[in-house]
Structures are given as structure tokens and as C-alpha cells.
């Protein structure tokens, strides 16, 4: 079966110019999402039809990246189109999902509508809510891969040099110091949008999705590596990344194999 699904995956993005460092950025962050996916099942030992249904929430989570970017030029729904609501538009009309039964395709429809919303919509039960809940850490894990490897300018509009000289705003440090999410609105600056992957953690459902991102240590890596031009943004840096590693802890005191 999944052969089958990569071969559709494959020839569909083959549509547009691979050679973009854009496109080729989603296609790998596909591949590594799905990977991360069958881990994260292994770990929490979900198996048979839900680990499939699972594994192609991962494969299609971002197939509307690809047209969003064509349309628009850009990855950010804000300054153009929800990329989950597209791509669940493409995966109808192109019959990505037509072999399933109707019952699976509502539910992976309804995790991709999901996985980059700032909350899962309320009302979901079995199902549906856990594929929603891995979709949306699976992706999250990569996330911090893509964000320390690729072009940061590609992934979050703001480069090494930029994010140097910027503060992080008021509401984006009480969001990390309050452990959730930062919303959209809350980001003023490049720096701001760098700190606010820390607030994935925060929303991981599961202390397995923790491990693996912390395992994987890609998140700290761009603060690392730069040099902050301000002396009390490098200090509220690393106070951030530390509320941040603290909160983790403690979610994996959970965890009989905590990594």
C-alpha cells in the first residue's frame, strides 16, 4: 500500500520545480514526517489499519504547500491561504484518497484540516482525535529539523543575521513562560517567530513526541549558533530554552524509557 501512495506523492509534486529550494524543502520534510510518524506509532504502540491511516496523514499533511507556493509565492497561510484547507482540497480533487473508504478519507481529511490549527477543534473523540493528536506532533518534531538545517530565510522569513539584531516581543516570552502556543498575532519580529517553535512542546500530545524532538536536539540549535547583538536578549534567550527543557522534563518523568 505505501508504495503505491509514494508513487502518487512523487509523481504530484514532480508537477512543480523540484529544483526550488522551497519545493524540495516540503517534499524532504514529507518523507521525514512520515518517518517520525511510524516511530512515534512504535511508541505508542498503535498498530494494524490506524498506524496506515496514520502513516498517510503524515505522507499528505502538506500537499497543499505545493500549490500554495505556486499561487502565492509564499508558505505563510497569513499572507495568503490556510495550507491544511488547500491541501485537503487537492487531495479530493486529484482522488488521492478514492481506493479508501469513505470512513477513513473523513478521517484523514479531518486530521490534515487539523494539524497546523492552534487548537484541535473541539467535538472530536476516538479516531479522529488521535490522529489529529499524532499528525500534529509528528510534523512538530520535523518541524525543529527543518528549522535548524534549511535555509532559515525559506522557513521563517528571518536569517541568522536579522534574528541577531531583534528582540523577542513581551506576549511571545509570557507564552513560553506560560507553556502554550504562540498565536500568530502575537509575533512582531523575526525572533519572535524563531521562539515560537519552543512553544511546540507545549502542545505535543504525547510525552513520546517529546522525547523524540529532545533526542533529536535540533531545537536549540539556531539560538545556539547565533550571536545575539543584544546581551539581554542572549539572557532571556537562554531563560526561554530553559522554562522550555524544564517543562519537558517533566512530561518525561512519565516515560518508562524517557531517552
Not at 491511516?53 to 495568503?80: K, M, N, P, V
Not at 507553556?179 to 512582531?188: A, I, L, M, T
Request: hydrophobic letters at 40%; proline letters at 2%; one cysteine or more.
Amino acid at each position: 500500500m505505501k508504495s503505491d501512495y509514494l508513487t502518487a506523492f512523487q509523481t504530484y509534486t514532480e508537477r512543480y520545480n523540484t529544483s526550488d529550494s522551497k519545493v524540495h524543502l516540503k517534499i524532504i520534510h514529507t518523507y521525514h514526517v512520515a518517518e517520525v510518524m511510524e516511530e512515534l506509532c512504535r511508541c505508542r504502540r498503535i498498530q494494524g489499519h490506524l498506524a496506515d491511516l496514520a502513516w498517510l496523514c503524515a505522507l499528505f499533511h502538506d500537499i497543499g504547500r505545493f500549490e500554495q507556493l505556486r499561487r502565492y509565492g509564499t508558505f505563510s497561510d497569513g499572507a495568503s491561504i490556510d495550507h491544511a484547507a488547500l491541501g485537503c482540497q487537492v487531495l479530493q480533487e486529484e482522488g488521492f484518497l478514492s481506493g479508501l473508504p469513505k470512513q477513513d478519507q473523513s478521517l484523514i481529511l479531518t486530521a490534515i484540516r487539523n494539524h497546523n490549527q492552534y487548537e484541535i477543534q473541539p467535538g472530536l473523540s476516538g479516531e479522529a482525535l488521535t490522529l489529529c493528536r499524532l499528525i500534529r506532533d509528528a510534523d512538530k518534531c520535523d518541524i525543529f529539523r527543518v528549522f535548524a538545517t534549511d535555509d532559515l530565510k525559506d522557513v521563517t522569513g528571518c536569517s541568522e543575521e536579522e534574528a541577531a539584531a531583534w528582540t523577542v516581543s513581551p506576549a511571545v516570552a509570557q507564552a513560553i513562560f506560560s507553556h502554550r502556543c504562540v498565536r500568530r498575532e502575537e509575533r512582531k519580529t523575526g525572533l519572535d517567530f524563531w521562539v515560537s517553535f519552543l512553544g511546540f512542546f507545549f502542545d505535543m500530545a504525547y510525552p513520546e513526541s517529546i522525547a523524540i524532538a529532545r533526542e533529536q536536539g535540533y531545537y536549540r540549535l539556531p539560538f545556539e549558533r547565533t550571536r545575539f547583538l543584544r546581551e539581554d536578549t542572549a539572557q532571556l534567550i537562554a531563560m526561554l530554552l530553559r522554562e522550555t527543557e524544564l517543562y519537558c522534563s517533566g512530561r518525561l518523568a512519565t516515560l518508562s524509557d524517557p531517552r
